[in-house]
């Protein structure tokens, strides 16, 4: 019986931790910028013309990535050198929310405007629009 009930408690604890790590990185995309559908960041892109940043390492992205895409890994953001243009729009992705947060945090606290930041949500492998070789 006490076996049951620490595998339960066991269990129940890694989920809370998850759903914790989740929901902060979750937020922490929230503060620096605005999470979009796959869809609706393609619809984005097509309508701005914005600077579209892959932040993924530089051999992924050589397999493929979202045409007119430069890529810029999540390191050089962290140390303040982007290069990005503030009065432009911000398109970033990753394969996961996890960098492209740190991204958008860093780039808010450069003084970029949250509101010129849009994050594919789900990463690079949600997006349908035109990428380059797959």
């Known amino acids: 019986m006490n076996l049951i009930l620490t595998v339960v408690i066991v269990i129940a ?20 910028g605005q999470l979009l559908k796959p869809k609706e960041f393609d619809e984005k892109l097509k309508s701005e013309s ?12 050589k397999r493929s990535h979202i045409m007119g895409a430069r890529n810029i890994p999540s390191v050089n953001f962290t140390q303040g050198k982007s290069g990005l243009r503030k009065d432009r729009d911000i398109f970033l992705y990753d394969k996961r929310l996890r960098d492209v947060a740190r991204v958008s945090k860093a780039l808010h606290k450069q003084g970029y405007d949250k509101n010129k930041v849009f994050i594919l949500r789900g990463g690079f492998s949600r997006y349908d629009g035109q990428k380059t070789r797959a």
Do not use: H, N, P
């Open 50 to 61: 914005g600077q579209i940043i892959d932040v993924r390492e530089s051999a992924t992205y």
């Open 13 to 32: 604890a890694w989920g809370l931790v998850a759903l914790g790590s989740w929901l902060f990185i979750f937020l922490s995309v929230k503060q620096g």
